[in-house]
T-cell receptor, first 114, second 114 residues
Framework: GDSVTQMEGPVTLSEEAFLTINCTYTATGYPSLFWYVQYPGEGLQLLLK?????DKGSNKGFEATYRKETTSFHLEKGSVQVSDSAVYFCALSDISGGYSTLTFGKGTMLLVSP | NAGVTQTPKFQVLKTGQSMTLQCAQD?????MYWYRQDPGMGLRLIYYSASEGTTDKGEVPNGYNVSRLNKREFSLRLESAAPSQTSVYFCASRVPGGSSYEQYFGPGTRLTVT
């Protein structure tokens, strides 16, 4: 079945540092790929998405490129802020029996210090 | 436009008690989902409903039942709670049509079973 693997955390960075969170996937079809963010005590929010190979999703300074050849969707940001501290989830969508579902990675906690 | 709402936010149950988690969305979405989130496990799909009147099992359905009451509401019931069901429960709904299959999440219900 489909699966998503992302780097284990926590990732600890100083403010203004460069961020990379790795994500690779296994899927039989051509899924859409997502990054969701979860701030403490809150639900998941869609951060960015890409629906086909070579698409780049971007939002709030975060970027990720859908790489079919390496089955990857790594999240990057050039200069992190303390307010970016959260848990980040990589996910893919799939169609099963005509219905769409999301498969999530286990999440990566990011801690940014001033 | 409240998006996806969930009640209650917190709940403590004793083993063997029953309860229903409520979820509602006001975005006119057809598909709705219930997930549980456990430390180090990411989000796992419990049940989903592709449309009013239909429900299907996800990855971890044992010990749960669901009802799609109408297009807006999708409830999750624990008939006889067990400590293994201690978790944070998220409801989500999906944008109809399109190709990206992104989901919108509620704020979650934190359930403790003692």
């Amino acid at each position: 079945g489909d699966s998503v693997t992302q780097m284990e955390g926590p990732v600890t960075l100083s403010e203004e540092a460069f961020l990379t969170i790795n994500c690779t996937y296994t899927a039989t079809g051509y899924p859409s790929l997502f990054w969701y963010v979860q701030y403490p005590g809150e639900g998941l929010q869609l951060l960015l998405k890409a629906t086909k190979a070579d698409d780049k999703g971007s939002n709030k300074g975060f970027e990720a490129t859908y790489r079919k050849e390496t089955t990857s969707f790594h999240l990057e940001k050039g200069s992190v802020q303390v307010s970016d501290s959260a848990v980040y989830f990589c996910a893919l969508s799939d169609i099963s029996g005509g219905y769409s579902t999301l498969t999530f990675g286990k999440g990566t906690m990011l801690l940014v210090s001033p | 436009n409240a998006g996806v709402t969930q009640t209650p936010k917190f709940q403590v149950l004793k083993t063997g008690q029953s309860m229903t988690l409520q979820c509602a969305q006001d975005m006119n979405h057809n598909s709705m989902y219930w997930y549980r989130q456990d430390p180090g496990m990411g989000l796992r799909l419990i049940y989903y409903s592709a449309s009013e009147g239909t429900t299907d099992k996800g990855e971890v359905p044992n010990g749960y039942n669901v009802s799609r009451l109408n297009k807006r509401e999708f409830s999750l019931r624990l008939e006889s709670a067990a400590p293994s069901q201690t978790s944070v429960y998220f409801c989500a709904s999906r944008v109809p049509g399109g190709s990206s299959y992104e989901q919108y999440f509620g704020p979650g219900t934190r359930l403790t079973v003692t």
